[in-house]
């Protein structure tokens, strides 16, 4: 059996009008685990589904009969459903075609609390907002996943957001030079511990009014220089009201 990530082949022969020409040729079937971002539909019957994987970073794919009642991928497809999953790449654009889904996590806590949804969207959106697709992910993907699994164990929390942010601009080369800013001297300490700390560690921060603040917007406005936007929700999953 194929491991995730691995290429499969099958073959299968197409003949010209020419007799003695025969062609060979591949259907590429890849494998892999991914996360839903996003779904939408394509035709009455047919949905688009975003992923998130390691191993081949954001990639779009095309189900199929995915809205009839009695399809296979019933109850599979929805967003941040995590699944192990194949599909036949596509050489002329970036929708394949989705072929079999075996589904392992969906996040079901997450929508008891709409301040836990808020935060996933959001972070979900800023990976895809910061990532290009068709390119390897693999230390983002653990990081969002890893994130979902978390949120419903603690209570919402605005470092939790921050901390999301500073680890993604570490893995996309774009960690703040502290040295730099103009960051109070506890800010600073704060963003280290937020970049490098684990989740039980950042749970147990507890940043003041003013370093909150000042994080917040120090983080907004370096991610609309670094990025040339603002991933939409933010605001919303910090809870302050505004958009």
Same mark, same amino acid.
């Given at each position: 059996?194929?491991?995730?990530? *691995?290429?499969?082949?099958?073959?299968?022969? /197409?003949?010209?009008?020419?007799?003695?020409?025969?062609?060979? /040729?591949?259907?590429?079937?890849?494998?892999?685990?991914?996360?839903?971002?996003?779904? #939408?539909?394509?035709?009455?019957?047919?949905?688009?589904?975003?992923?998130?994987?390691? +191993?081949?970073? #954001?990639?779009?794919?095309?189900?199929?009969?995915?809205?009839?009642?009695?399809?296979?991928?019933?109850?599979?497809? +929805?967003?941040? =459903?995590?699944? +192990?999953?194949?599909?036949?790449?596509n050489r002329r654009s970036e929708l394949h075609t989705l072929r079999e889904v075996v589904l392992r996590e969906?996040?079901?806590?997450?929508? @008891?609390?709409?301040?836990?949804? %808020?935060?996933?969207? =959001?972070?979900?959106?800023?990976? @895809? %907002?910061?990532?290009?697709?068709?390119?390897?992910?693999?230390?983002?993907?653990?990081?969002?996943t890893g994130l979902l699994g978390y949120l419903p164990k603690q209570p919402?929390?605005? *470092?939790?957001?921050?901390?999301?942010?500073?680890?993604?601009?570490? @893995?996309?080369?774009?960690?703040?030079?502290?040295?730099?800013?103009?960051?109070?001297?506890?800010?600073? %300490?704060?963003? *280290?511990?937020?970049?490098?700390?684990? /989740?039980?560690?950042?749970?147990?921060?507890?940043?003041?009014?003013?370093?909150?603040?000042?994080?917040?917007?120090?983080?907004?406005? =370096?991610?609309?220089?670094?990025?040339?936007?603002?991933?939409?929700?933010?605001?919303?999953?910090?809870?302050?009201?505004? @958009?």
């Open positions: 059996m194929p491991v995730l990530g *691995q290429l499969e082949t099958s073959r299968f022969i /197409r003949v010209h009008s020419c007799p003695f020409v025969v062609q060979l /040729r591949f259907q590429m079937v890849e494998r892999t685990q991914g996360l839903i971002l996003r779904t #939408r539909p394509l035709t009455e019957t047919s949905l688009i589904i975003h992923w998130l994987t390691p +191993d081949f970073g #954001r990639i779009a794919t095309f189900a199929k009969g995915a809205r009839r009642s009695n399809s296979p991928f019933r109850g599979k497809l +929805d967003l941040f =459903y995590l699944a +192990d999953f194949n599909f036949s790449r969906t996040h079901s806590a997450l929508r @008891e609390e709409l301040a836990w949804l %808020q935060h996933a969207s =959001y972070c979900a959106t800023l990976v @895809e %907002q910061t990532t290009e697709t068709e390119t390897p992910l693999p230390a983002i993907f653990p990081l969002l919402p929390q605005p *470092q939790t957001i921050f901390a999301f942010e500073l680890k993604l601009l570490n @893995e996309l080369g774009l960690k703040p030079a502290l040295a730099k800013t103009k960051l109070n001297p506890g800010t600073q %300490q704060l963003v *280290q511990a937020l970049t490098e700390g684990g /989740r039980a560690s950042v749970a147990g921060l507890e940043p003041s009014v003013a370093q909150t603040k000042e994080l917040r917007l120090f983080l907004h406005g =370096y991610l609309i220089f670094h990025c040339g936007w603002l991933a939409r929700g933010r605001e919303a999953a910090l809870g302050t009201g505004q @958009e």
